[in-house]
């Protein structure tokens, strides 16, 4: 009986302190600083980089902006990724598990209502960055 309390014992204490470690502390979270939104996290689970995007229109963010990449990686290419989230009411947005070696720099399309631009990114140079995507009108089709 006694060797069954000290085990009882021993398993509690453990899952206590797997617990705590697994717990995220209120200073590594994603959040903004002005109002504690969270920043939308993309993890495309493809390598180590990282890009943090803030969508800018006439020096404003811009809200519920829908921001796409594709991403062909690997050997010979092999791999490809589509990725696509929208920014929070600050116009963030955070794109991890971005792989460190690709053919070509990675461009992030935003678009919102007749609005639009790209963010070049290459994790050769920058595996974990900051952008700022400026969003620009675009000239209505003409049929």
């Known amino acids: 009986m006694l060797l069954v309390t000290i085990a009882l014992l021993a398993v509690t204490a453990s899952v206590r302190c797997l617990g705590q470690a697994t717990e995220k502390s209120p200073t590594a979270d994603n959040t903004s600083e002005a109002t504690g939104e969270k920043i939308p996290v993309m ?3 493809a390598g180590p980089c990282s890009l943090e995007l ?3 229109a006439e020096a404003k963010p811009v809200a519920a902006a829908n921001v796409k990449v594709h ?3 690997g050997f010979v290419n092999a ?3 589509n990725l696509e989230a929208y920014t929070n009411n600050q116009g963030k947005l955070k794109f991890i598990g971005l792989p460190s070696r690709v053919k070509r720099p990675l ?3 935003a678009t919102k209502d007749n609005l639009s631009g790209i963010a070049v990114y290459d994790p050769k140079t920058e595996c ?3 952008h700022e ?3 620009v009108r675009q000239k209505e089709r003409q049929n």
């Open 133 to 135: 995507l400026n969003l």
């Open 79 to 81: 791999h490809r990724l």
């Open 71 to 73: 991403i062909a990686y």
């Open 107 to 109: 461009e992030f399309i």
């Open 128 to 130: 974990n960055a900051k």
């Open 43 to 45: 993890d495309g689970e």
């Open 54 to 56: 803030t969508v800018m």
